[in-house]
């Protein structure tokens, strides 16, 4: 069981914070480089709709895992980083919702009504909340690995 939880846990992080990583260092600059805001903002917009859709699954069975494996072992018995990580884990989940139902709803308007000012600002959100939320997902991989 323990074993399942730890590869659904990986699992999980890497479906999340690789395609952050994908998304703001290859996806966006690229769309930047190559297409005018009527093209890269309905692509960005579409591809983000999708890897949502691997986000919020992602997110519960981060959820889930950990604290089977927290409760596992007992609160007052896990080590700090296993602590560190769902303090870290919970205000990464609450960012992401932040980013979902602000700036990523916003930008789905704006690309509708082709507001394209709108939509890059939107886009600009987006891009620094998911950079706040990948350092904030290295921290807690960081904690659990050298603060066992």
Same mark, same amino acid.
């Given at each position: 069981?323990?074993a #399942?939880?730890?590869? !659904?846990? $990986?699992?999980?992080?890497? *479906?999340w914070? %690789?395609?952050?990583s994908?998304?703001?260092f290859? @996806? ?20 983000l709709?999708?890897f ?7 997110i ?6 950990? #604290?089977?494996?927290? !409760?596992? $072992?007992?609160m007052k018995? *896990?080590?700090? %980083? ?7 884990? @919970? ?8 980013l ?7 930008l ?8 394209w ?15 706040i939320? !990948? ?8 904690a659990?690995?050298?603060l066992?």
């Amino acid at each position: 069981m323990n074993a #399942l939880m730890k590869f !659904l846990h $990986v699992a999980a992080a890497i *479906a999340w914070l %690789g395609g952050v990583s994908f998304m703001l260092f290859a @996806l966006r600059p690229s769309a930047t480089e190559l297409l005018a805001p009527p093209q890269r903002l309905p692509l960005i917009a579409q591809v983000l709709r999708r890897f949502f859709l691997l986000v919020w699954p992602s997110i519960g069975i981060l959820l889930i895992s950990g #604290l089977v494996m927290l !409760l596992g $072992v007992g609160m007052k018995n *896990a080590p700090i %980083g296993w602590h560190l990580m769902l303090g870290l884990g @919970l205000l990464m989940f609450a960012l992401f919702g932040h980013l979902f139902f602000g700036p990523f709803r916003r930008l789905k308007q704006a690309v509708q009504v082709a507001d394209w000012a709108e939509g890059g600002r939107r886009m600009g959100q987006i891009a620094t909340l998911a950079t706040i939320n !990948l350092a904030l997902g290295l921290i807690a991989i960081a904690a659990v690995i050298f603060l066992i």
